[in-house]
């Protein structure tokens, strides 16, 4: 399998290399800014300098323009960590930076880029709103054109880095809207930067069940003014970035998924060999046996998905819906029972923060619900479905 999950030496090396480093430095940190819901900025400041941030982003603007596979190691490794950092990373690494190198123009590229691959800048993606998840293009967010500016009005809501603490704004975000009169699917896609008038942070979300290392924040722009350059191709074209990002943004998340399933599958394997009851280890019983093999091959089956429609997806081409859907359908709910039948193996142990299942398990759920609903995945698998008359 290692053909499949690292097809050449220099994913191998890229997989040791994050594996030492969640181990040394991702692992310790996680439990401690899970429980005080904070970012770790330092650590994210690490992995720029480890080349990660922009980890699909072109060499030329300071990415390492790393292919599906890269990404989908790298969000793997940090998740078996702290899933929670893990997301924070994937939304500014997948959602901002590879969505600005794919969709914006060389000046926009030139001037963001290489601060956000080395971390100056922390970037997020604003598409949800309040009262719009599921039913995206129901966004209400406008953009009216104002001579060489665009007036933005509307609210974003469940921003992943919106905030970096309880007070300050991210620095940057992909910011979709629609302009007056534009059609339901013509949404527009504007690069909005902190200090921008108009521009604020509305609240930091707090109380979150899982993912309580990445902040969570609603946005708020009131006659927010951004120049015409700020504009990420033509007005009306934005859609089809989003859904083209959306892709990549699956995978990963689904990559991440394997990340918590991976570890709750390792922790729950050494304590069944580990802990006795009536005189044998827990791994002796049949029910705990269940609970094992079959995480084990639900696991490997996941990776096996994820791994193999990485291997297909080429970043400058979309056209990947049906899998990129598929792998977050199967693996969110997969690393979810994982990390639930983690608890169960644990007891007791297993319901408390010090052996780590139990944050593993809210973690994984939020898997279900950001970057598409498992019904949103449900609903666009099935249509495009019914395009097929065979499979391949
Ligand atoms: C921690 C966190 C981080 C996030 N980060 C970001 C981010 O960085 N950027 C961003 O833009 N968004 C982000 N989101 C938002 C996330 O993508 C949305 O929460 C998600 O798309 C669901 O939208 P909603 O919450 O409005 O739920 P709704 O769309 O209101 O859905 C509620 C329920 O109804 C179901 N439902 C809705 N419509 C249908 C239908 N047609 N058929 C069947 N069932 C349906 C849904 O599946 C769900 O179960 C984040 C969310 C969270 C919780």
């Given at each position: 399998m290692a053909k499949l999950f690292d097809p050449t030496p220099e994913h191998a090396a890229l997989r040791d290399m994050l594996r030492r480093f969640a181990d040394e430095q991702v692992r310790p940190q996680a439990a401690a800014h899970d429980r005080a819901e904070r970012f770790n900025h330092d650590l994210f400041l690490q992995l720029g300098e480890l080349g990660?941030?922009?980890?699909?982003?072109?060499e030329r603007f300071g990415?390492?323009?790393?292919?599906a596979v890269g990404a989908c190691i790298v969000h793997e490794e940090l998740s078996a960590a702290d899933p929670g950092f893990a997301l924070a990373y994937l939304a500014h690494a997948i959602l901002f930076a590879n969505n600005l190198d794919k969709n914006g123009d060389d000046a926009q590229r030139a001037r963001i880029l290489p601060p956000a691959c080395e971390g100056k800048l922390i970037g997020g993606m604003a598409m949800s709103e309040p009262d719009a998840g599921t039913d995206v293009?129901?966004?209400?967010?406008t953009a009216k054109r104002e001579g060489d500016e665009y007036v933005l009005d509307g609210a974003k809501m469940w921003?992943?880095?919106?905030?970096?603490?309880?007070?300050e704004l991210g620095d940057v975000f992909l910011v979709y809207a629609r302009v007056a009169g534009?059609?339901?699917?013509?949404l527009s896609m504007f690069i909005v930067e902190k200090?921008?008038?108009?521009?604020?942070?509305?609240q930091k979300i707090?109380?979150?069940?899982?993912?309580?290392a990445s902040t969570t924040a609603e946005l708020v722009f009131d006659g927010c003014r951004v120049p015409?350059?700020?504009?990420?191709?033509?007005?009306?074209?934005a859609a089809l970035h989003m859904m083209r990002n959306l892709e990549l943004e699956r995978l990963t998340l689904a990559a991440m998924s394997l990340g918590i399933a991976r570890r709750s599958l390792e922790l729950m394997n050494a304590y069944a060999r580990d802990r006795k009851s009536f005189g044998e280890?827990?791994?002796?019983f049949g029910q705990v046996q269940r609970h094992l093999a079959e995480s084990y091959a639900e696991y490997m089956a996941g990776r096996s998905y994820v791994y193999a429609t990485a291997a297909e997806i080429?970043?400058?081409?979309?056209?990947?819906r049906l899998d990129s859907d598929g792998v977050k359908l199967y693996c969110s709910t997969m690393a979810k029972n994982v990390a639930d039948r983690a608890i169960q193996v644990l007891g007791g142990y297993g319901y408390?923060?010090?052996?780590?299942v139990e944050r593993l398990w809210r973690d994984a759920k939020l898997l279900e619900i950001g970057g598409g609903t498992l019904e949103a995945h449900q609903k666009n698998m099935t249509r495009d479905l019914s395009r097929l008359d065979s499979l391949r």
């Amino acid at each position: 399998m290692a053909k499949l999950f690292d097809p050449t030496p220099e994913h191998a090396a890229l997989r040791d290399m994050l594996r030492r480093f969640a181990d040394e430095q991702v692992r310790p940190q996680a439990a401690a800014h899970d429980r005080a819901e904070r970012f770790n900025h330092d650590l994210f400041l690490q992995l720029g300098e480890l080349g990660l941030l922009g980890v699909t982003v072109a060499e030329r603007f300071g990415g390492s323009e790393l292919d599906a596979v890269g990404a989908c190691i790298v969000h793997e490794e940090l998740s078996a960590a702290d899933p929670g950092f893990a997301l924070a990373y994937l939304a500014h690494a997948i959602l901002f930076a590879n969505n600005l190198d794919k969709n914006g123009d060389d000046a926009q590229r030139a001037r963001i880029l290489p601060p956000a691959c080395e971390g100056k800048l922390i970037g997020g993606m604003a598409m949800s709103e309040p009262d719009a998840g599921t039913d995206v293009l129901g966004m209400s967010t406008t953009a009216k054109r104002e001579g060489d500016e665009y007036v933005l009005d509307g609210a974003k809501m469940w921003i992943t880095n919106g905030a970096i603490s309880d007070t300050e704004l991210g620095d940057v975000f992909l910011v979709y809207a629609r302009v007056a009169g534009a059609a339901r699917n013509e949404l527009s896609m504007f690069i909005v930067e902190k200090g921008m008038a108009g521009f604020g942070l509305g609240q930091k979300i707090h109380d979150k069940l899982g993912m309580r290392a990445s902040t969570t924040a609603e946005l708020v722009f009131d006659g927010c003014r951004v120049p015409l350059a700020n504009r990420v191709g033509p007005e009306g074209s934005a859609a089809l970035h989003m859904m083209r990002n959306l892709e990549l943004e699956r995978l990963t998340l689904a990559a991440m998924s394997l990340g918590i399933a991976r570890r709750s599958l390792e922790l729950m394997n050494a304590y069944a060999r580990d802990r006795k009851s009536f005189g044998e280890p827990l791994n002796h019983f049949g029910q705990v046996q269940r609970h094992l093999a079959e995480s084990y091959a639900e696991y490997m089956a996941g990776r096996s998905y994820v791994y193999a429609t990485a291997a297909e997806i080429d970043l400058d081409v979309p056209g990947h819906r049906l899998d990129s859907d598929g792998v977050k359908l199967y693996c969110s709910t997969m690393a979810k029972n994982v990390a639930d039948r983690a608890i169960q193996v644990l007891g007791g142990y297993g319901y408390v923060g010090e052996y780590e299942v139990e944050r593993l398990w809210r973690d994984a759920k939020l898997l279900e619900i950001g970057g598409g609903t498992l019904e949103a995945h449900q609903k666009n698998m099935t249509r495009d479905l019914s395009r097929l008359d065979s499979l391949r």
